[in-house]
Nanobody, 124 residues
């Protein structure tokens, strides 16, 4: 069993930036796909950024394109989400997820391991 640990959330003003980090509890675990999801109050959890570690490809949902960047540091077995120009609509709990199967998915049931989440709150 692998647990993921997120960090880096916080309270920021609109226009600010954050970098979220995610690490597995087991250093030897290597995911084939890593994803960042978020769940805003009263809404369903949605995928926002995915990284295929095998193909070295990334993809983003439209609301975050150009502002969010997902990247990894394989030497540290970490995945990050850089968020720029934060807006109040970005307020949510952010989760990282890992998928052992080849290929990525936008569906949260496509991921095996999850973190507990890190809260991002953006004030106007």
């Amino acid at each position: 069993q692998v647990q993921l640990w997120e960090s880096g959330g916080g309270s920021v003003e609109a226009g600010g930036s954050l970098r979220l980090s995610c690490a597995p509890s087991r250093d030897t675990y290597r995911a084939n796909c890593l994803g960042w999801f978020r769940q805003a109050p009263g809404k369903e959890r949605e995928g926002i950024a995915i990284l295929d570690t095998y193909l070295h490809e990334v993809d983003y949902r439209d609301p975050v394109k150009g502002r969010f960047t997902i990247f990894e540091d394989p030497t540290k077995n970490m995945v990050y989400l850089r968020i720029n120009n934060l807006q109040p609509d970005d307020t949510a709990m952010y989760f990282c997820a890992a998928r052992s199967k080849l290929g990525c998915s936008w569906r949260d049931n496509g991921y095996t391991y999850w973190g507990q989440g890190t809260l991002v709150a953006v004030s106007s």
